[in-house]
């Protein structure tokens, strides 16, 4: 079944692990290694979407698209930010005194963004509980979703748009902005996947 941009954030997966940990793997990923991708990264997403009733595909997707497919520098170690979340383009040369902010020796300033300590304790919790928190209000959640989209929203709040992303469209305008075609690239991503 192809994804589109219709599809439900919440319900079951059209591909399987192997489906998605192979995409990854056809690509440049960054320093992440066969195992990272097929051991740790792809099952978490299983393990832990499945768990709260999200398609873990439509996050790894979200996942490949802001990263670049792990290629990020947000994405890579010791940053392991899955969705770009926190990162709001914002730079400074002395840190600021408020918020996430992660040195970048590269440019030699802060940018704003989450740094996750472990990709399936931390990275990839507060994404899917991000995702959960874009679908669901507090009243719409069982009680283990309730825990994942608090343990999301300790690393960074989400005071707008709680329960108004149900469809993969409704990420358009919220997750990424202005992001009018974002749910296309997400869609195109997912069903990519699905046809490996």
């Excluded at 991708?37 to 499945?50: G, K, L």
């Excluded at 899917?128 to 009680?143: H, I």
Aim: hydrophobic share 40%; with cysteine.
């Amino acid at each position: 079944m192809p994804y589109t941009i219709e599809s439900h954030i919440l319900g079951p997966n059209h591909a399987s692990q192997e489906q998605c940990a192979r995409f990854i793997s056809a690509r440049p990923h960054g320093d992440y290694t066969e195992y990272d991708i097929r051991r740790v990264i792809v099952p978490a997403y299983f393990r832990i979407a499945q768990s709260v009733g999200l398609d873990p595909v439509i996050a790894i997707a979200q996942l490949i698209h802001e990263t670049g497919n792990l290629t990020s520098w947000w994405a890579q170690r010791p940053r392991r930010n899955p969705a770009g979340i926190g990162v709001t383009g914002q730079q400074s040369v002395r840190r600021p005194p408020s918020g996430s902010w992660v040195w970048n020796e590269n440019t030699n300033r802060w940018h704003e963004g989450v740094a996750f300590t472990t990709w399936d304790k931390d990275a990839i919790p507060a994404h899917v509980g991000r995702l959960l928190a874009y679908a669901l209000r507090d009243e719409q959640a069982s009680p283990a979703q309730s825990r994942l989209i608090t343990q999301a929203l300790t690393f960074r709040p989400l005071s707008r748009y709680r329960g108004e992303a149900r469809l993969l469209q409704n990420l358009n305008g919220r997750w990424a902005v202005p992001g009018a075609t974002y749910a296309d690239k997400l869609a195109a991503v997912a069903s990519t996947i699905a046809r490996m």
